[in-house]
């Protein structure tokens, strides 16, 4: 077996209530690393076309990576994949907490969840003995997520849902400690199986190829991390809300329901406010991680809880009009307590206060004010009255109720909190990206617009190359399983340093705006280790891999993905953005929204598929993608 896994699949059906180890596949462990990778290529061997997402047949996938179990910063993080009931199409999320580090120390990479069971059940893991126990949850089904693991107490390491998940809300998620596994529907999926816990502990060490090699290099990474701006200054002292000021100041925050750029209040929301008013503590969210994002909050009512992040404070703040720290805190745990992700309910809550304001229907909900969306949460997570509507989420409403053009979604999923219009980029990969409009699955925006360097939106250069760079090394990462901020730390200090104004910060600006063939050829050199993960990768596992090969490896499991998209019926027609991104101009010298359809064509090319964004059979040869 390959170093860094753990060699074992655990397989539970729960009709049946039966479990059986099987060894990990290495040839797949090979091609498609862990995670996502893995858990892509078992759905589309083990699902036939057309399931029911909410079925019995959609198996639920945990699975962890190479690098779960080590001690490479930010590690601690495991995937879920199986058919979103939100897009049709694949669903796939990642989520920090600890229960990654739980399912690797009992000795397992991957859990298949298959069946469901009539009544509420729970899976309790021990590693040690290898005994799997299913026992009755009826006396959890209703609790938060908080309350549920509160309940099932600290032995062991938990996957759990909230009301939310059980009613099979379209955008429920799946919570470990305080993180969620928020997009894609999958705490629907776990609910629609009456599953409430998955729980796993062991005491089984991680085999590496080069455990001091990897130490060694690990701790000068840690060093590297601790002096960088982002992941060792702004993100450890303010959260990811630390953001905030920096997008509101593009005019890239979205402000009633994208309908703006620009909030002039969302100053208080952002992660310099909350340190002066109502930050509570500071605490690792996932599992020895240096970087600590999350933040805590004191919530009436609640207590200590976990307090919001960026896209928390964007979708469900300045894009509903409402800059109030206090209510944004509130809201943030009620739908981390249901089990609800944020970017989705803001989403649909803004969508549904447009509705308000053009008259198509009597939501009960206006743009900038608080009143009654508390009420419409918890109805939501309950399928109450008009929060049932609103628990599918936006494309089904605007399907039914109309106002197609804005509702903020791509492929079903919707958005997260960049403006593409401020990001050219980044819209490429809203519109492109097989789980739908997602920001975790390149995080072109930081490269482009939001990080140290910002690039003219209003020419085309690198727009395309960016998302198929970035696209094929998040795939990479969210296969490790590691967290998406790893690769922030790519650009050096030195460049975050540089003054804007000045020419050698401009020249450096041009000369990255112009380096689109120049980039997509050193990272994808098979000879040349250029980020922390090939170098971490190679030290674990014992084969010798390359950016080039962490490229090769992403592009595979993006075209695999693709396939079982199209598989499942979704087309290049699917390949697009709302009509408000692409048609109204956010800034005043724009003539016009996100140039997607200039843009589109040189991003098929560069991946390899033909017009209609189908992968030619050649781009799937190379790649070894088996169909
Ligand atoms: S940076 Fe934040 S999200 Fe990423 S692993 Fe650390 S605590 Fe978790």
Not at 35 to 58: A, C, F, M
């Amino acid at each position: 077996m390959i170093k860094g896994f753990a060699g074992r699949v655990l397989e539970i059906d729960l009709e049946a209530r039966t479990f059986a180890f099987r060894p990990l596949d290495e040839d797949i462990a090979r091609l498609y690393l862990g995670g996502k990778g893995y858990g892509t290529r078992l759905l589309y061997d083990l699902t036939r076309p057309g399931i029911d997402p909410l079925g019995p047949e959609n198996p639920l996938i945990f699975a962890t990576g190479p690098l779960n179990g080590s001690l490479a910063p930010q590690s601690n993080r495991f995937a879920v994949v199986c058919k979103s009931p939100l897009t049709g199409g694949i669903g796939s999320s990642a989520c920090g907490g600890s229960f990654a580090f739980g399912l690797k120390k009992a000795g397992i990479d991957v859990v298949v969840v298959q069946g469901r069971s009539g009544v509420p059940v729970r899976v309790e893991i021990d590693g040690d003995t290898d005994a799997v126990r299913f026992l009755d949850a009826s006396d959890l089904w209703g609790l938060g997520t908080g309350a549920t693991q509160k309940a099932l107490g600290r032995g062991m390491h938990h996957a759990v849902i909230g009301p939310a998940g059980e009613n099979r809300v379209l955008y429920a998620g799946i919570v470990s400690d305080a993180r969620i596994a928020g997009r894609c529907g999958v705490g629907a999926v776990m609910g629609s199986k009456g599953l409430k816990a998955l729980s796993a502990q062991g005491t089984r060490k991680l085999e590496m190829a080069d455990e001091a090699g990897f130490k060694t290099y690990t701790q000068w990474v840690r060093q590297v991390f601790k002096g960088h701006p982002v992941l060792g200054e702004k993100l450890r002292r303010f959260g990811t809300m630390g953001i905030v000021n920096t997008t509101n100041g593009r005019n890239m925050i979205p402000t009633r329901n994208f309908q703006a750029g620009h909030h002039p209040g969302a100053m208080n929301l952002s992660g310099e406010y909350l340190e002066d008013h109502g930050l509570v503590g500071v605490r690792s969210s996932c599992l020895h991680c240096p970087v600590a994002c999350g933040r805590e909050v004191e919530v009436p009512g609640a207590g200590r809880v976990k307090g919001p992040e960026y896209e928390t404070a964007g979708m469900m703040g300045t894009n509903l009009g409402i800059t109030d720290l206090a209510e944004v805190n509130r809201w943030n745990w009620m739908a981390d307590e249901l089990g609800l992700d944020t970017i989705s309910l803001g989403v649909t809550l803004g969508f549904a206060m447009e509705l308000q304001q053009r008259g198509l229907l009597s939501t009960g909900l206006t743009f900038g004010s608080p009143e009654g969306v508390a009420e419409m949460i918890e109805a939501i997570a309950h399928r109450r009255g008009m929060g049932d509507e609103l628990a599918e989420g936006t494309r089904r409403l605007s399907l039914k109720y109309g106002g197609k053009e804005f509702a903020m979604h791509v492929k079903g999923l919707e958005l997260s909190a960049y403006d593409p219009r401020g990001s050219f980029a980044q819209g490429v990969e809203y519109a492109t990206t097989n789980r739908g409009g997602c920001h975790v699955q390149g995080a072109s925006m930081y490269f482009e617009s939001t990080g140290p360097l910002t690039i003219n939106p209003q020419n085309l250069k690198l727009k395309a190359e960016l998302p198929v760079v970035q696209q094929n090394l998040a795939c990479a990462v969210n296969s490790m399983v590691l967290c998406i901020f790893t690769t922030y730390g790519l650009i050096p200090r030195q460049v975050h340093a540089l003054k804007p104004s000045g020419w050698v910060h401009r020249l450096a600006r041009v000369l990255f705006e112009n380096s689109g063939p120049a980039y997509r050829w050193i990272m994808s050199g098979k000879l040349l280790q250029v980020t922390w993960m090939d170098k971490w990768l190679s030290r674990v596992t014992g084969m010798r891999i390359t950016s080039g090969h962490l490229q090769e490896i992403g592009a595979r499991i993006f075209n695999l993905e693709r396939m079982y998209n199209l598989r499942e019926g979704l087309t290049g027609a699917d390949d697009t953005l709302p009509d408000r991104i692409l048609h109204e101009p956010l800034y005043k010298h724009m003539t016009s929204g996100h140039p997607l359809d200039r843009l589109l064509p040189q991003y098929y090319r560069l991946r390899g598929w033909d017009e209609h964004g189908v992968p030619l059979p050649e781009t799937l040869r190379r790649l070894k993608v088996r169909l």
